[in-house]
């Protein structure tokens, strides 16, 4: 496989008709004639946007003639050349960088830049055949260094041009093309993604169920990078890490301590493993964004209380098994996780930190002790540390990239044999190779300097999205705009600012959480969450609104599609993958948006997809049509409903696990939701948005659940296109076309 890094050069006399201009081009064609790529360029323009080309090169030559280094301009130029090497080595401590030079020596380069530097050639003195070998050595040197293990194996078991007789059956991709749809698909993908689709026959590329070759060295090597004491590659998502690590440690009628706010595949864990769930309640606050779980809350006698309370729990001083906390919430806020150990170490055997969205926390100071695992944590005395990770969040992994990562404790080592029975449990035993790479490759980039430089950056572009914000508000004075949710007066003026900005302090209006404990809670600011006018945080309706809901289907025809919508708000994230045009032009979407609301355009002109699917909304005016949706908001004070509805006494009636063993038994009714309150579900219920899961099976419906479905109802059937859709509820058209909205209950006994 032949990969292209050119060796990138920069002089200003490159493209000159004088000495060094046809010195520096003599070398080019020797570069060439060894079979390298080469570009020249006459200056580095601005010096951090050039040094981004750290990752397209293989070496670096500067070229400085003697007059740089001698006349007037010598500390100019030294100064230039400190700033390249530093902002090169911010990011990359490994490339190499060559000066090119006259007759200056190394008497004339001070100390910091020389030891950054792979040699110092001399334009008159070698033959520029020599220096080109001498250079594509040291780039091949380094390219050859660049892939981690098992990646390295792929690509040469991908290039080795072996027949295969194992599976997949498309051999290679050649299967593709034995049709035309085939042809396309092959085409579009290209070879080296289906030469690469192997199967886990091929001895060389090692096995991840077994952890083996070089799949085992690559989980190795991201364990050093992520300065954890185990690593596993999981190809089917952190859905699945999260049910690897249950079933590693719970079984069935074992006591869990679990987030109220969590992922629903904690909650199909805990319905797999049969544990009994005491849940630790977050706040909300009126925009509709889950907040902190209070400190007070894992104080170890409130969960002894829960337990004590809980009508399942038998042995009431059982040892729980685990502790599942969502770090970061959904809309960005952490943990102070040694606060979290100090209080529950010991007492609770593991404690695992769902860490789906915040894999690039251990990369950079920035984050303290505010994610699971990373370099210099302390171990807990007892208890086991997991943090299960989506690599393909906000790393560079495919979809479903995700891994586990483990602290061993003071007194316990991670037994990985018998871990590994529940990673067996939940692996295909066809895992997808490339997403193995990606796994590896995401890792490897996060590597000291350049993850760290990566996260800066992702933090960065966060924060100047922020100040742009802040100065179209600014501008545009009285009139509206749009806030991004966080301490916005604690926004620094340029640069990342301090972690200490960030913090969740008590009862800061910003938030709307309450009474929070000092330095429990920080915002993580590469997740921005963006609030639309009409309601504010003390759960107050404007005369008039703009539903997020409407804005997004807006900014979706126009390219810009959003990772979560609420009522009055929407969720964007700055991965390692921002860049300035992607979140500039949200902000001019953003104004487009403005404009059109303002001269109420009519949706034909502006929102012409969504109304060739709903012509009913063709001739409104955007901003009628956001004032009627506002208005049913106001209405059925919508943002207090759903605040209760969450925070609402969640009654167990039956264990998770035996309100499902009802529906596997199709021992269940379906209820009319006019029917429902008092009634057992035997499924899960998730409103979207928020997309968190409300009632799990065995828990009984209360009034203002109840109310709140009955809401959706009238919502969708008055809003077409714009329905509330609850995952768990069934739609079913009577006749007449009426539509009945039912939950899957546990059946009653017939009196
Ligand atoms: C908190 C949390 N945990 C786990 C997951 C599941 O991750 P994946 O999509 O990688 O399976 C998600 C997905 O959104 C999540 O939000």
Redesign the pocket.
């Known amino acids: 496989m032949r990969f292209h890094f050119p060796i990138i050069i920069i002089d200003e006399d490159f493209r000159s008709e004088n000495a060094s201009g046809f010195g520096i081009r003599a070398l080019v064609k020797a570069i060439e004639g060894e079979g390298m790529e080469a570009l020249g360029v006459t200056s580095y323009g601005d010096l951090s946007s050039f040094a981004q080309q750290q990752s397209r090169g293989s070496a670096f030559i500067l070229s400085v003639d003697d007059e740089e280094l001698t006349s007037d301009e010598a500390e100019e130029t030294i100064a230039e050349l400190r700033a390249f090497v530093q902002e090169i080595r911010f990011r990359n401590a490994e490339i190499p960088i060559f000066l090119y030079g006259e007759t200056r020596t190394s008497r004339h380069i001070p100390n910091d830049v020389l030891r950054e530097l792979h040699g110092f050639i001399h334009m008159f003195e070698d033959t520029p055949e020599f220096i080109a070998r001498y250079v594509v050595r040291e780039a091949k040197a380094y390219l050859d260094s660049l892939a981690p293990p098992f990646f390295r194996a792929l690509v040469h078991y991908a290039s080795d041009g072996s027949y295969s007789w194992h599976c997949p059956g498309h051999s290679g991709g050649v299967a593709f093309l034995k049709s035309p749809v085939g042809h396309m698909f092959h085409q579009f993908f290209g070879e080296n993604m289906l030469r690469a689709d192997v199967c886990n026959a091929v001895e060389e590329l090692g096995q991840l169920l077994d952890h083996t070759g070089p799949i085992a060295a690559s989980e190795r090597n991201a364990a050093r990078i992520t300065h954890s004491d185990h690593l596993f590659f999981v190809t089917n ?4 890490s ?1 049910k690897i690590v249950w079933n590693s440690t719970v079984a069935p009628g074992d006591i869990v301590v679990v987030d109220r706010n969590c ?1 629903k ?1 904690i909650l199909h864990s805990i319905i797999m493993t049969g544990a009994i769930p005491v849940f630790l309640m977050p706040t909300r606050n009126n925009y509709g964004i889950i907040g902190p779980i209070p400190k007070s809350e894992f104080k170890w006698e409130n969960i002894q209380k829960k337990i004590a309370k809980n009508p399942f729990i038998e042995d009431k001083n059982a040892m729980p098994r685990v502790l599942t906390i ?1 770090q970061s919430t ?1 809309d960005g806020v952490l943990y102070n996780v040694e606060e979290i150990k100090e209080e529950l170490d010991g007492k609770i055997d593991t404690l695992h930190f ?1 860490e ?2 915040l894999p690039h926390a251990a990369f950079h100071d920035f984050y303290g002790d505010y994610h699971a695992i990373g370099k210099d944590r302390a171990r807990c005395k007892e208890s086991m540390v997991f943090s299960t990770q ?1 690599t ?2 906000l790393l560079a992994g495919l979809s ?1 990239a ?1 891994q586990i990562l483990v602290q061993d404790s003071q007194t316990r080592k991670l037994d990985k044999d018998l871990f590994n029975e529940a990673y067996l449990m939940h692996t295909s035993t066809s895992p997808q190779y490339a997403i193995i790479a990606s796994c590896d490759v995401a890792a490897a980039m996060m590597e000291e300097p350049g993850g760290t430089a990566l996260v800066e950056e992702s933090i960065q572009e966060a924060m100047e999205f922020r100040r742009a914000m802040r100065k179209v508000d600014e501008e545009w004075g009285a009139d509206w705009w749009f806030k991004v949710w966080g301490p916005d007066d604690e926004l620094a003026e340029e640069g990342m600012g301090e972690r200490e900005d960030w913090m969740l302090k008590a009862n800061e209006r910003w938030h709307g959480f309450g009474n929070l404990a000092e330095g429990f809670n920080m915002l993580d600011p590469i997740k921005a969450t963006i609030i639309t006018p009409g309601l504010d945080v003390d759960g107050a309706f404007g005369d008039s609104g703009i539903p997020a809901g409407i804005l997004t289907k807006y900014l979706a025809e126009h390219g810009i599609i959003v990772e979560k919508c609420g009522l009055y708000s929407f969720f964007i994230m700055f991965t390692i993958g921002i860049t300035k045009g992607r979140w500039n032009t949200l902000v001019t979407e953003l104004q487009q948006f403005k404009d059109d609301y303002d001269k109420n355009e009519p949706l034909w002109r502006v929102m012409p997809e969504f109304v060739a699917k709903h012509p009913r909304y063709e001739r409104i005016g955007l901003a009628d049509l956001c004032q009627q949706i506002h208005d049913v908001y106001k209405l059925h004070n919508v943002a207090r409903l759903t605040t209760d509805m969450y925070l609402s006494e969640m009654e167990p009636a039956m264990r998770p696990t035996d309100a499902w063993s009802m529906m596997a038994h199709r021992k269940i009714e379906r209820v009319s939701i006019d029917e429902l309150e008092g009634r057992i579900t035997a499924m899960l219920v998730t409103p979207y948005p928020p997309g968190i899961p409300l009632l799990i099976p065995g828990e009984r419906f209360n009034k203002t659940i109840v109310d709140y479905l009955k809401f959706a109802r009238t919502f969708n059937e008055r809003f077409p296109g714009f329905e509330t859709d609850v995952h768990g509820l069934v739609k079913e058209k009577e006749d007449g076309g009426v539509a009945r909205y039912c939950v899957d209950c546990v059946a009653q006994p017939q009196p």
């Open positions: 998502g952190t859905s699945t999260n992922h595949s969502t959904y769902d789906a969205w989506s393909h969040k479903q995700s």
